[in-house]
């Protein structure tokens, strides 16, 4: 299967601390992407990183990629509640043609 | 910013009847597609859509599953014959390139989804 495992499939911080969530894949990428949806809405696409990068920034958003060990990893520094939500990693496996979601982490921020 | 329209939000149908879900991608994008969420699953690819034609399905589009793109704005999702096993969230999305290496705007516009209900 090209989906890959998401980690943990829960997490519960309380604001202001950071949240990491992983993803691991099997086939070889040419991206991968990680996505957020709020209860019962479509999916936003938060950021993307290619093959060829190790770490990208956006904002409190931070992902890294080691295709050595077809993983990936989103950091969400300084939390806040409005974050609860879900997160999704999707790749885009060489030669197709469509991008493929992953289990998601349903993350909860306390206030 | 400009987003992708789905209507209905909701239908409700009996298990045997068709239905029509209906999409108005962002006006200049060429790619389009249709995925399911299953209450609390992952979401799921069902098809990708260019050039007026399947770019790729996966094993759950099966033959009651089509697509079209009737007049050039609208993109449709049919089933053909409901079964209880297809109550789910259907999202479209659109893009602006294809998702492959090398490409800008790889990223997918989504829809809020219209939530099937087959009794």
């Known amino acids: 299967s090209q989906q890959g495992e998401e980690d943990p499939q829960a997490l519960s911080i309380q604001e202001g601390e950071n949240a990491t969530m992983n993803c691991s894949y099997k086939t070889s990428i040419n991206n991968l992407q990680w996505y957020r949806q709020n209860s019962g809405r479509g999916l936003v696409h938060l950021i993307l990183?290619?093959?060829?990068?190790r770490e990208k920034h956006s904002g409190r958003l931070r992902v890294t990629l080691d295709t050595s060990k077809k993983s990936s990893s989103l950091l969400i520094t300084a939390s806040r509640a409005a974050d609860t939500a879900s997160y999704f990693c999707?790749?885009?496996?060489?030669?197709?043609?469509?991008?493929?979601f992953g289990q998601g982490t349903r993350l909860t921020i306390n206030p | 910013e400009p987003e992708v329209t789905q209507t209905p939000s909701h239908q409700v149908t009996q298990m045997g009847q068709e239905v029509i879900l209906r999409c108005v991608p962002i006006s200049n994008h060429l790619y389009f597609y249709w995925y399911r969420q299953i209450l609390g699953q992952k979401v799921e690819f069902l098809v990708s859509f260019y050039n007026n034609e399947i770019s790729e399905k996966s094993e759950i589009f099966d033959d009651q599953f089509s697509v079209e793109r009737p007049d050039g704005s609208n993109f449709t999702l049919k089933i053909r014959s409901t079964k209880l096993e297809d109550s789910a969230m259907y999202f479209c999305?659109?893009?602006?390139?294809?998702?492959?290496?090398?490409?800008?705007?790889?990223?997918?516009?989504f829809g809020s989804g219209t939530q099937l209900s087959v009794l």
């Open positions: 990183i290619r093959s060829n990068e």
């Open positions: 999305a659109s893009s602006e390139s294809a998702p492959i290496a090398g490409r800008i705007n790889e990223k997918l516009f």
């Open positions: 999707a790749r885009v496996s060489q030669g197709a043609q469509k991008l493929v």
